[in-house]
């Protein structure tokens, strides 16, 4: 991901490294004797055997994980998903980066999304995990390697335009508004790397579908926009019904510390813009949090996983 792709701490000391210049951060110094091509990384990155590993590595993380709703009257545990709601490869980073989002649910609703991820830099991977919170309740979120503990909701939710009234009884009618929606939206990107806004591509693809009684979500819904091939705006749609009335509404949760800016029938919708003081790395008591788990040799091994 872009360095919510927080800029890592850990990533950020490399970077003051100063690679030699016959190499790059990234490994891209293709061509040199005795060195591997980009290509050849790129078939060992994301060697099939390889990607079964790592599916099986992200799902033991996702399980380790200690996920608690700290509710005013109860407390009571929350279990991952059996499989990742999403996974995503980008060999445009050079350095392997791939990725799964886990969902913690409650009575349907997906609480928290966890993003475990990695890449490879200097004959290393490392593991990153990125969490946020979509609960109002307090959690805790920890393992031997985490403790997180959100108070309230990474981003509120916004109200869609022109979406009043009843929501349908239709499921399929309501994918329909769900794609009508989706297709409404544009999203662009001041990147650190380049002068100009960059316009991310939405896949307007449902990734991830929801409703939950307890939560009085009708339906809802999760898209995802990405730079390159990254993860970096994820859209979560909810039909809510509250005191007879029911309404389409949308939380942006965000996989970058870029600026962002989102528009709706073209006009401007939601934006992020860092504020002084905030961190691409959220925080142990915030609703995003952004950590390096561990790092690993390049080719992941049974004895890692059970490890």
Not at 26 to 36: L, W
Not at 98 to 123: C, Q, T
Not at 229 to 246: R, S
Request: net charge negative; charged share 25%.
């Amino acid at each position: 991901m872009t360095v919510f792709k927080p800029v890592f701490l850990i990533l950020s000391c490399l970077v003051l490294l100063a690679p030699s210049p016959s190499m790059s951060l990234f490994g891209q110094e293709d061509q040199q004797d005795g060195q591997e091509t980009q290509e050849q990384k790129d078939a060992r990155f994301y060697h099939p055997e390889q990607m079964k590993l790592w599916a099986k590595y992200y799902a033991a993380m996702a399980n380790e994980v200690e996920a608690t709703v700290v509710d005013v009257q109860d407390e009571y545990q929350l279990k991952p998903g059996d499989e990742p709601i999403m996974s995503w490869r980008n060999p445009a980073s050079k350095a392997g980066t791939h990725g799964v989002v886990y969902s913690w649910n409650d009575d349907g609703y997906p609480m928290i999304l966890g993003a475990f991820w990695s890449k490879e830099i200097r004959d290393n991977r490392y593991v990153m995990l990125e969490a946020h919170s979509l609960a109002d309740q307090s959690m805790t979120f920890k393992n031997d390697r985490v403790f997180w503990k959100p108070a309230n909701a990474a981003d509120e939710r916004v109200a869609i335009p022109k979406f009043g009234g009843d929501i349908p009884d239709s499921a399929e009618m309501r994918l329909g508004e769900l794609e009508s929606m989706i297709s409404r939206m544009a999203v662009s990107s001041d990147r650190n790397d380049s002068d100009e806004s960059v316009e991310l591509r939405i896949d307007e693809t449902l990734v991830y579908r929801f409703s939950s009684n307890k939560y009085n979500v009708v339906d809802g819904g999760m898209f995802v926009a990405y730079y390159n091939n990254d993860p970096e705006l994820f859209f979560v749609f909810e039909a809510v019904e509250h005191d007879g009335n029911q309404q389409w509404f949308v939380r942006f949760i965000r996989h970058t510390n870029q600026l962002l800016d989102v528009t709706y029938d073209g006009n401007s919708f939601w934006n992020y813009q860092p504020k002084e003081g905030d961190t691409s790395f959220g925080g142990a008591d915030q609703p995003t949090y952004s950590v390096t788990l561990e790092s690993l040799p390049p080719e992941l091994t049974e004895d890692d996983i059970e490890d």
